[in-house]
């Protein structure tokens, strides 16, 4: 009796262990799986330049579709950045927010999910380069100028959106088990100078930064 | 089983094995019960720091985290604005409104609940919302528990003055700032740990008659306006100009002094701009409609009653679900559900059976007060204040002259999800009822303008085609550059054979109407303006000048659902002739003062409401009203009742007689005269007929002090809801539940192994 009662008692443990860390699992994998194919959209997006902001969307159910490609060269990020801030996109990336401009045309605000992509805000340094790729392939570059901890209470989202900047907010603070918290992590990013810059030469050099780790994905 | 079952320890069934053994037996009965106990306490401990972390979430007052200490010591590094990464509790929102319609006249009681649910903290809530833009706000008073304080009007300047010495002082006070006619700021300062405020406000308002219905609006939200940085490069110059010798204008000057007392107050979300100097006062923060916290704050509680005074065909609201409910010849009207989210314009609309819509109707106050003369003697002074409404005929005979219209449609990152489709859906109606004789254009505008053809265009299937695509693709992003689009179209050449209508269908969000207004002035010509205001919470006043000072009409859609009916009333207009010239003679003896001085065109469908204050009113007059209507003499005769021959004193009249002086002195400052020659009179007419204005505020102040001066006050914006259909700039959730999931698969293990090293000590323990 006491055997069976304990086993049980066990087995329901490890069911538990086994479905909270899969949900975990599931929630790691998805950010990372779905922007393998969401750079693929990506790559037909620059290639056929279509006018449509529909038209490559990374699978076929999707309701997001990617807008730009945003790198930390000094933390060896690389993302695509989705239409839309909402949970249906920012499961898979992080994602823009609507009201904001495109990259390029004015100010862009993007957030990310502290736990998966945008987990490399939490080491970021000021001065540091961020780049943007835009739809049209143009390379944009970009320092980090502010960060700033909010309380989302009590700081409307200030950004000027005739301005030339990349905003990327994400949850703070990062190691807690709390979700849906009223704080943020805001960090404000200047354009450099709007120049196209060699397209193929940091294409090689990131692919292989890539490859080697990619700790926005770090848990 | 049909018996009870003996109750049998716990310890006992799960120890079955070893209960006989007598060297264990006392160990055995506790050392278990421990360790069950243990693991129970552990998984229960686990589930109530999650539940709790996740409640502490969702009411917002997480507990500070050791961890949301600045990560990065690097000096200068990390600001941190909010409070030392301690996050505060939101002020809570509760609203209630109750309208009283008694014919022509809307009286509203509007009152907002502040609560602080902090538990130590002292809060001030400042709250920018919006109401209808001809309201006469007349009256206000805070009540805290029982204790009711009138609020008194006075001069703006020295109202803000009072209110920060009695905020800094501890004392309880409220203040009401106009910024827009329909938009205004709420202060109330001193609110106590778990304490309520709540202001009442009052207001009298006209309801709207157009095309046989009755209507009127209330707005419960604002879409974040777009605030312009600098003058863009128009073709004519529309420089600034009130310059002062100093070299400062006025504005300039008025900003610096509105800005020394603005340091205490936290800004909005946008910096001011040299087009928009108060941009930072009427850009509050937006609460998503979906975040959890609307489930408890932002839901208003609404009620009508309705004495329309005539047999009713139809009440509708077209974006709210009602309870109407008939006693006599009253309506009793509230909304489906008692609460309702504050995210959109609210609309009652009431139609009058056919053959009952009335033609004319004049309805008069008698003010009497008594005046004390030099020479000690006492006498009754009385005030005559009168509304007339005259509905001209309506005329059958098409508009003569081809007209040429030039579509704008604004594509905006405000006219994003619904708007814009009920943009497209607008234009593209309109563009399939142009006429053969017709000239048409299309200019769209968001940061950048753009037009379809260079210069307007004859209507052909294939021009119509061409413009059909072009709205087809129309999608909406970018800034809200209204000025440039607007000045393009005004300034196109404008041809004899044809009349120009330039139909402007936006959601209006900016803060620069005084520009666009003063384009509007000089640009106009022959022109004609007609606005079509799109979406949940446009900015009503804005359309509303606008048409009146491009002599068109003002069209609402707020709904997909409206689009073509609205539509086609539209074009009714558009085409049909105007009553212009209009005129009142005044019968012999009656000098009437009345405002607008210059009676505006009339539309089909539209009547005529004038505001008249009268010197005197002894005995039943005749009032007649001319005008022309395509090239024909209209006339026609309207009677005046004296006081003495009707009981009836319609209330509020003086108020929206005043109201309308005030607003049509401050369009005497759109036209370029200067504020120091209005200022004087709106305050005269504001403080005598105690009414809301951009000069005057409303005080009420609690002399008792509440707030022990030690303890701090800390500034609370209380933000307003994204309107429904749009997105607008949030922030994001980013957060994910893996970090929890996680972490409660290793309290889990934890417990496994736990578990296991226990068997194990007791197998050893068992062994011989």
């Known amino acids: 009796m006491m055997l069976n009662g304990s086993r049980l008692f066990s087995a329901m443990i490890i069911v538990f262990i086994g479905w909270q860390w899969s949900q975990a699992g599931w929630i790691m994998t998805k950010a990372q799986l779905a922007q393998w194919l969401i750079a693929d959209a990506w790559q037909q997006a620059l290639e056929t330049k279509t006018d449509s902001e529909s038209a490559h969307k990374p ?13 930390a060269p000094a933390h060896k990020v690389d993302l695509y950045v989705l239409e839309g801030d909402r949970g249906n996109a920012l499961a898979f990336g992080p994602g823009r927010n609507q009201s904001s401009r495109l990259p390029g045309e004015g100010t862009s605000v993007i957030g990310g999910h502290r736990d998966t992509h945008f987990r490399f805000l939490k080491d970021i340094k000021l001065g540091e380069p961020l780049r943007v790729q835009t739809r049209s392939g143009k390379w944009l570059d970009y320092n980090i100028q502010e960060r700033t901890i909010i309380d989302v209470n009590q700081d409307p989202l200030r950004v000027n959106l005739n301005d030339q900047q990349l905003v990327l907010v994400t949850c703070y603070p990062f190691d807690t088990l709390t979700s849906g918290g009223p704080l943020r992590l805001v960090v404000y990013a200047s354009l450099n100078k709007p120049e196209i810059t060699d397209l193929s030469l940091h294409e090689d050099q990131l692919f292989s930064q890539y490859t080697e780790s990619s700790p926005a994905m770090a848990f | 089983m049909c018996f009870q079952p003996p109750r049998i320890p716990k310890h006992r069934l799960l120890n079955e094995r070893d209960y006989s053994n007598p060297l264990f037996q006392r160990k055995r009965q506790s050392s278990p019960l421990i360790r069950w106990g243990l693991l129970i306490v552990a998984i229960f401990a686990t589930f109530v720091f999650v539940a709790e972390s996740t409640r ?114 501890g004392q309880r006070v409220a203040l009401v700032e106009q910024e827009r006619p329909n938009l205004f700021t709420q202060n109330v300062a001193n609110i106590g740990p778990g304490e309520e405020v709540t202001i009442t406000l009052e207001y009298q308002d006209s309801v709207a008659f157009d095309a046989g219905r009755f209507s009127f609006r209330f707005p419960m939200t604002i879409t974040p306006r777009f605030m312009p940085a600098e003058s863009p490069m128009l073709s004519g110059s529309l420089l600034p100009k009130h310059t002062s010798e100093s070299g400062l204008n006025e504005a300039q000057i008025q900003t610096a002094a509105q800005m020394v007392l603005d340091n205490s107050r936290p800004w909005g979300w946008s910096a001011p701009t040299a087009l928009v100097p108060d941009a930072h006062r009427i850009s509050p923060p937006q609460l998503d409609s979906s975040a959890q916290r609307v489930t408890q704050s932002h839901q208003i509680q609404l009620s009508v009653t309705l004495d329309a005074g005539l047999p009713l065909q139809n009440i509708s609201s077209p974006y709210h679900d009602l309870i109407i409910e008939k006693q006599q010849q009253r309506h009793f009207i509230s909304t489906r559900n008692v609460k309702i989210p504050m995210d959109r314009d609210f609309l009652l609309q009431w139609q009058p059976v056919a053959q009952q819509v009335p033609s004319a109707a004049a309805f008069t106050e008698t003010l009497t007060q008594a005046v004390n003369h030099v020479d000690d003697q006492q006498s009754q002074e009385s005030e005559n204040y009168a509304l007339l409404m005259l509905l001209p005929p309506q005329q059958k005979a098409p508009q003569q002259l081809p007209r040429e219209v030039i579509y704008i449609i604004d594509t905006s990152g405000s006219m994003g999800a619904s708007s814009i489709r009920q943009a497209k859906q607008s234009l593209t109606l309109a563009l399939q009822r142009l006429d053969h004789a017709d000239r048409f254009n299309v200019v769209e505008f968001n940061s950048i303008h753009n037009s379809l053809f260079s210069s307007s265009q004859t209507v052909t299937a294939q021009s119509r085609q061409q413009a059909l695509r072009f709205v087809g693709g129309l999608s909406a992003g970018g800034g809200t550059n209204m000025a440039p689009a607007l000045d393009t179209a005004l300034s196109a050449p404008a041809t004899e054979t044809h009349l120009r209508q330039i139909v402007f269908i936006t959601d209006g969000s900016v803060g620069n109407e005084a520009q666009l207004f003063e384009l509007i002035h000089q640009k106009l010509g022959q022109s004609r303006l007609f606005t079509v205001a799109i979406g949940s919470a446009p900015n009503s006043f804005f359309m509303r000048k606008s048409a009146q000072f491009g002599r068109g009409t003002f069209t609402h859609i707020g709904d997909e659902k409206e689009v073509s009916e609205k539509m086609s009333l539209l074009f009714s207009k558009l085409e049909s002739p105007v009553l212009r010239n209009l005129s009142i003679a005044w019968p012999d003896g009656i000098s009437a003062e009345v405002w607008p001085q210059q009676l505006p065109d009339l539309y089909r469908g539209e009547p005529l409401l004038i505001k008249a204050k009268l010197s005197n009113l002894d005995h039943s007059q005749t009032v007649t009203i001319k005008g022309d209507l395509g090239g024909n003499t209209w006339q026609q005769q309207l009677t005046l009742n004296s006081q003495h021959s009707t009981s009836t004193n319609h209330p509020g009249i003086s108020k929206l007689w005043a109201r309308e002086k005030i607003s049509a002195l401050l369009d005497e400052k759109t036209r370029g005269k200067s504020e120091s020659d209005i200022k004087p009179q709106v305050l005269s007419i504001a403080l005598q007929h105690q009414l809301m204005s951009p000069y005057t505020s409303f005080i009420a102040e609690d002399k008792t002090p509440a707030r022990p001066i030690k303890q701090d006050i800390t500034s609370k914006l209380v933000p307003n809801l994204t309107p429904h259909g749009q997105k607008t700039l949030v922030y994001p959730s980013t957060a994910t539940n893996a970090p929890v ?28």
């Open chain 1, 59 to 71: 699978w076929r159910w999707a309701d997001t579709w990617p807008i730009a490609r945003l790198q």
């Open chain 2, 741 to 768: 999931n996680f972490t409660l698969g290793l309290i889990a293990l934890l417990l496994l192994l736990t578990q296991y090293f226990y068997r194990v000590r007791r197998n050893v323990e068992l062994a011989p």
């Open chain 2, 56 to 169: 502490a979430a969702t009411e917002t007052t997480a507990e500070p985290s050791s961890s949301a200490a600045p990560y990065d010591s690097k000096a200068g590094q990390l600001f941190i604005r909010a409070d030392n990464g301690h996050s505060q509790p939101a002020l809570h929102l509760d609203s209630k409104v109750a309208f009283v319609v008694s014919g022509m006249v809307l009286h509203t009681t509007f009152s907002q609940t502040f609560r602080n649910p902090s538990t130590d903290q002292w809060a001030e809530g400042i709250y920018v919302f919006p109401m209808p833009e001809k309201a006469a706000l007349s009256h206000m008073e805070m009540r805290i528990g029982e204790r009711r304080i009138i609020g008194q009007i006075k001069e703006k300047f020295a109202a803000k003055k009072q209110y920060q010495k009695a905020k800094a002082a």
